[in-house]
């Protein structure tokens, strides 16, 4: 499992050098490393293991991990991206509004869904959350609290 991690965030540096952001996605690669550290991973889980991998990280990578480690659980279950990205914001709250937005961008459809997984974590910039959403799902801001 640490080899994992480790070659996760390998491959994460490394997009990072080759000039690959979070904002226009992960390499195949980085989305494979990913899938091979949660493929084995109960959907019940899936959450609080996606959320270990980006608090876990370096916190220069955590973006890039958040990225990838998101795009696996939309693959894998749609339905678990609201409380992954609730999730994520308890372990990591300064990644909140990165966690929603990047969700709300592959998921516009549930952005309701994750606002509202994501108002439940306790100590948030709730506003800055809300902004996040709003910037990648501007139809729904009358909708997201």
């Known amino acids: 499992m640490q080899q994992m991690r480790n070659r996760l965030w390998l491959i994460t540096a490394l997009g990072l050098a080759l000039g690959c952001s979070p904002v226009l ?20 889980d899936l959450a609080a293991r996606a959320s270990g991998l980006v608090a876990g990280a370096p916190r220069e990578e955590q973006t890039n991990v958040l990225t990838a480690v998101l795009a696996v659980v939309v693959e894998r279950k749609a339905a678990a991206v609201p409380p992954t990205v609730a999730a994520v914001a308890l372990r990591t709250p300064v990644l909140a509004p990165a966690a929603a937005a990047t969700a709300c961008r592959a998921l516009p459809q549930s952005a309701v869904a994750i606002a509202r997984a994501i108002a439940r974590v306790p100590s948030l910039n709730r506003e800055a959350v809300r902004t996040a959403i709003v910037a990648v799902v501007p139809d729904q801001a009358s909708a997201i609290a």
């Open 25 to 44: 996605g992960q390499t195949s690669e980085q989305v494979a490393a990913a899938k091979n550290l949660l493929q084995e991973v109960a959907v019940s």
